[in-house]
């Protein structure tokens, strides 16, 4: 159980294109999901948690106008690289999680997307 | 200001040799402290939930435990398919949201 699921895993575009990832919950709906990204030998730096069905919570520094964050459903959320620039090339990672009422929750994590952009 | 610090940043085993690694935190109020795996190139692998001091949680060789100021992680005869960076993540009782604060997590190789 708690398997999630990201599209593509990796992806290289040119610059000024934009990008759009797809982080799916296969066996269980995910009333919150979470948009991280990853640098080489780095810890995982979140950048925006999205509720469904509401707009996303964006970390400070986080540019809400580049990356464009969507959880249309309990078991869909996607993040578009609107624009795309070399500096935007990193490794996103998705997680769901939040679905108990109380108590801590898990996050469940994808396996992440290597976006490249040259 | 929440913080967790994992430590050592790197660890070398031999096959068999059992050793622990250290996650300490200071959080406003402590919601849940989280183990994960992560091999390289790949998304967190959940290992393990804490809720309260004292508490213990084992799989295979790993065994986490939990006081008030911070968590073990118990590896038990190591085995090289154990090598992995481990992170650890705290999650506090203040706000709404389920923001995990991570460490910058322990790099394990272990030599057959």
């Known amino acids: 159980g708690a398997v999630v699921s990201q599209h593509p895993s990796w992806v290289i575009c040119k610059s000024g294109t934009s990008v759009k990832i797809e982080c799916r919950s296969l066996?269980?709906?995910?009333?919150?999901m979470f948009w991280y990204r990853q640098f080489p030998k780095q810890s995982l730096m979140l950048m925006a948690t999205s509720n469904e069905g509401s707009k996303a919570t964006y970390e400070q520094g986080v540019e809400k106008d580049k990356f464009l964050i969507n959880h249309a459903s309990l078991t869909l959320s996607t993040l578009t690289v609107t624009s795309a620039h070399p500096e935007d090339s990193s490794f996103y990672i998705c997680s769901a999680g939040g679905w108990a009422r109380e108590g801590p929750n898990e996050q469940y994590f994808g396996p992440g997307t290597r976006l490249t952009v040259t | 200001e929440d913080q967790v610090t994992q430590s050592p940043e790197a660890l070398r085993l031999q096959e068999g040799e059992s050793s622990s690694l250290n996650c300490s935190y200071t959080?406003?109020?402590?919601?849940?402290l989280f183990w994960y795996r992560q091999d390289p190139g790949k998304g967190p692998e959940f290992l393990f939930t804490l809720y309260s001091a004292g508490e213990e949680k084992e799989k295979e060789r790993l065994k986490a435990t939990l006081t008030k100021k911070e968590s073990f992680l118990h590896i038990t005869a190591p085995k090289p398919e154990d090598s992995a960076t481990y992170l650890c993540?705290?999650?506090?009782?203040?706000?709404?949201?389920?923001?995990?604060?991570w460490g910058l997590g322990t790099s394990l190789a272990v030599n057959p």
């Open positions: 959080v406003s109020g402590l919601r849940g």
């Open positions: 066996d269980f709906q995910a009333t919150t």
């Open positions: 993540a705290v999650q506090a009782q203040a706000g709404n949201n389920r923001k995990l604060i």
